[in-house]
């Protein structure tokens, strides 16, 4: 397991942007970012590979949120565009130890380290 932390949530209107940044402690495999609204499950929201050439995203984010990873400084980063009310959530950065596996990517269990969440509020 690697420690992750986020860095980047704020408050922000509707149609604004924010750029959420993880660091890890040390190298990882794939990483994700899922998101907790309150009152709602935890859900995926984004994933990308090791080398950074696949990413995937929740239906609800496509077009709007892009994924990227810097591998020689163990950052990843997620660029948040048009955002809604709806997406106001805290966000948790993840990483897990395996290949990309696109049958398991979204699952919360594929990923064996969790930051501590970072607040995203959009005003309406």
């Known amino acids: 397991q690697v420690q992750l932390v986020e860095s980047g949530g704020g408050l922000v209107q509707a149609g604004g942007s924010l750029r959420l940044s993880c660091a890890a402690s040390?190298?990882?495999?794939?990483m994700g970012w899922f998101r907790q609204a309150p009152g709602k499950e935890r859900e995926f929201v984004a994933a990308?590979?090791?080398?950074?050439?696949?990413?995937y995203y929740a239906d609800f984010v496509k077009g709007r949120f892009i994924f990227s990873r810097d591998n020689a400084k163990n950052t990843v980063s997620l660029q948040m565009n048009s955002l809604k009310p709806e997406d106001t959530a805290v966000y948790y950065c993840?990483?897990?130890?395996?290949?990309?596996?696109?049958?398991?990517?979204?699952?919360?269990?594929?990923?064996?380290?969790w930051g501590q969440g970072t607040q995203v509020t959009v005003s309406s």
């Open positions: 993840t990483a897990g130890s395996r290949p990309w596996s696109a049958a398991r990517i979204a699952l919360p269990n594929e990923y064996d380290s």
């Open positions: 040390g190298r990882t495999q794939v």
């Open positions: 990308i590979s090791r080398n950074g050439l696949i990413t």
